[in-house]
């Protein structure tokens, strides 16, 4: 029974992380179009015109991803890339609280309440008419995935504190990730271009009110279980200074860098060195989920094989990185560009699957086994990459042109990986003041601690 709920738990948190990320890209064929549309600028926010045609007023609805922002710099391009920067910002801020409270009070909480506020946030962008609103239903998004991202991948780490199955399961979680990312622009456009703005955003927000529902049912907060006598977590300003928590958080910016600043500037390069048209842009990243998931696979395959080189999997995912960085200025046609893309999912693929179990075992050997607050430093990580890629990669792009802000991720990522030798001996560690200590020490004192004890027993 234990391990049937853990199992649907884990579902419970895919379909969370994957309409995370489905709403943070589904509004990329969307937005733009409906912010010019709500400015007088000749787009249109409805399905009637035709698909990808163009208006009296220059409006150009695609079923593929728009860029953002464009090259012109105009006060609507700034209002297109603050818009989608306010989401990771919000999360940002956000975070260290968060992770404070799920230490505090449990993972189902949190994670409940994360949903309510996606929810929430998904059916105002249904009903939105003016930016303001857009941007306050965009900022909510950000509070909620700074609850339900934490909470979700927390709670994934406590219900499979064993290895190999931690990996595995953290690994699928990350699967879900990418194809929400991936799946979301062609979902969006196309339910956008055929029944209108507000079905993407309604169908996602059944989904998420379903989820939510199963969670309810599976692990209502507040019940009886392991979770009611929870030991006080570690602060996350303590986590903070650890360290091997820090490599591990500087690896995990650092690797996500490239991709969440090629996403708003590489459509404008293809367009502009390679002449790409329409489906070639909108396809770009479509190709690269595939490897991401084999990155996930042969990381985990390798790390029930040989757990004590979880480092040298990052290490050598960061150096495929860097190389393909380096490598995207140098393609002339689309069928080239591909392949470095292909290989920075690959990369990321890599890091995150070998970091992520990393910060749950360091927890576990270094200070107690709770695990909201060091996976809110995950995600404080990734939030830096996002929030700076919308508003920082542009004007970078105009300043020190496209092939320079490659070559300095590429070599960032490079010369970052040998870093990773840090965390070389982890693997040997033994727990000193940790948990497992108070309770061979102090015996059990309630049901959560004669769980732990028997799991770490075992």
Known sequence: EAR?????????????LLLDNMLYMVIVPIIPDYIAAMRGGGGTA????????????????????????PASGGNEDVQIGVLFASKAMLQLLVNPLSGTLIDRVGYEAPLLAGLAVMFL????????????TLFAARSLQGLGSA????????LIADRYAEEPARSRALGTALACISFGSLAAPPFGGILYEFAGKRVPFLVLACVCLLDG??????????GTGARANMPVGTPIHRLMIDPYIAVVAGALATCNIPLAFLEPTIANWMKDSMGA??????????????PHVLGVYVTVRLAAAYPHLQWFYGALGMAIIGASSCLVPACRNFGQV????????????????????????????????????????????????????????????????????????????????PVLLFLKNVCQMKPSHSERN?????????????????????
Request: hydrophobic share 50%.
């Open 4 to 16: 049937r709920q853990r199992r649907l738990l884990l579902v419970v948190v895919c379909v969370a």
């Open 277 to 290: 048209s329409e489906w070639e842009v909108g396809l770009t990243w479509l190709p690269a989920f595939f």
């Open 338 to 417: 591909i392949i470095p893309l292909c290989g920075i999912c690959f990369g990321i693929a890599l890091v995150d699957t070998a970091l992520l179990p990393t910060l749950a075992f360091l927890v576990d050997v270094r200070h107690v086994s709770v695990y909201g607050s060091v996976y809110a430093i995950a995600d404080i990580s990734y939030s830096v990459a996002y929030a700076l890629g919308p508003i920082v990669a542009g004007q970078i792009v105009h300043t020190m042109g496209f092939a320079q802000l490659n070559l300095g991720m590429g070599l960032a990522n490079v010369l970052y990986a």
């Open 147 to 154: 609850f339900a991202d934490t909470a979700g991948i927390a």
């Open 46 to 69: 409805g399905p009637s015109a035709p698909a990808g045609g163009n208006g009296s007023g220059g409006g150009n609805r695609s079923l593929l991803p728009a860029r953002y922002p």
């Open 121 to 132: 946030s998904t059916a105002t962008f249904a009903f939105a008419e003016n930016y303001a």
């Open 438 to 458: 108070i309770l061979l020490e102090e015996g059990p004192k309630g049901l959560y601690d004669t769980i732990k004890m028997e799991e770490r027993k075992g």
């Open 213 to 222: 529902l199963l969670l309810l049912v599976l692990a209502p907060p507040g």
